[in-house]
Each structure stands twice: as structure tokens, then as C-alpha cells.
């Protein structure tokens, strides 16, 4: 059974930075696309970034390229969103997501800047 558990959220001051992890099982991690989206009040869930877990590949929306990484750690079947320069912008519940025989979703985790 495919489960993906986020963690990592908070409150942050802007210009701060936050680490999100995704902890996943129930299915095999190897080279999968593992991906990071965001859903603010109102708005629609947005993709933020993704990463092929063999390392390969990765890609980020233009809103937090430059400020976002996402990395994987294969013996622990994780991956991480490393977050930085946050604004207010960056405010909301952010979910793991992968496709194996169909989407799943973790229960996300929330993320808040304000000073």
C-alpha cells in the first residue's frame, strides 16, 4: 500500500527557509517521479517541483527556481524540498505526490511565512 508522509512545516519569517521531508513505502522508490506541489487557500494546487529518484532529472516552477531544491535519499526512501528566500507567497499545504498505478498524495504539510 502506497503511503507518503510529509513533515517539515511551520511557521517561518520571511527570507527564511524550511525543509520539507517526504517519507514514502509500499512501493519500489527506484526511479520514480517523486514530485513537491502547493495549494494556498483559493488558489489551485500548483506543481512546485519534481525529481526523478535515481537523481537524473529534476525541475522546478519558475516561482521557486533558484530558491527550492529538491533532492532524494534513496536508502531511506525520502525526499526533501529544501526551501529558501520564503515570502509570503510561498504560504501554503504542501504535498508529496508520485504516480504508480495512480496518483497518491501524502496529507501535506503547512507551510506559513509571516512576520
Not at 21 to 34: E, Y
Request: with cysteine; hydrophobic share 30%; proline share 3%.
Amino acid at each position: 500500500q502506497v503511503h507518503l508522509v510529509e513533515s517539515g512545516g511551520g511557521l517561518v519569517q520571511p527570507g527564511g527557509s524550511l525543509r520539507l521531508s517526504c517519507a514514502a513505502s509500499g512501493f519500489n522508490f527506484r526511479n520514480q517521479a517523486m514530485r513537491w506541489y502547493r495549494q494556498a487557500p483559493g488558489k489551485e494546487r500548483e506543481l512546485v517541483a519534481t525529481i526523478i529518484t535515481d537523481g537524473t532529472y529534476s525541475q522546478y516552477a519558475d516561482s521557486v527556481k533558484g530558491r527550492f531544491t529538491i533532492s532524494v535519499d534513496n536508502p531511506k526512501n525520502t525526499v526533501f524540498l529544501q526551501m529558501t528566500s520564503l515570502t509570503s507567497e510561498d504560504s501554503a499545504t504542501y504535498y508529496c505526490n508520485v504516480y504508480y498505478d495512480r496518483p497518491y498524495w501524502g496529507q501535506g504539510t503547512q507551510v506559513t511565512v509571516s512576520s
